[in-house]
């Protein structure tokens, strides 16, 4: 989806976007991306170093256990009677 950035100049916290974290939030990840691409905004180095997140692990997701095999495994291990 193509979203649209108008880009203040003097001050990139004052620019629009057209995404719905903007409409919530007033500011968003393109605002702050533009910003950093025509050096309005430097992104710090802590930052940068964080982790982006971690991939999808291979084969098809584990599937749900029932909600009652839980609570038994739960009574086991705390003792609740």
Avoid: W
Wanted: charged share 30%.
């Amino acid at each position: 989806m193509c979203r649209v950035v108008t880009l203040n100049n003097q001050d990139f916290r004052r620019s629009k976007c057209s995404c719905l974290s903007y409409d919530k939030k007033n500011i968003c990840k393109h605002i702050i991306g533009v910003a950093s691409y025509f050096k309005l905004y430097t992104i710090p180095l802590e930052i940068k170093n964080l982790p982006m997140g971690e991939k999808r692990k291979r084969g098809a997701p584990k599937k749900a256990t029932k909600a009652l095999v839980r609570m038994i495994n739960y009574r086991f291990i705390f003792k609740i009677d």
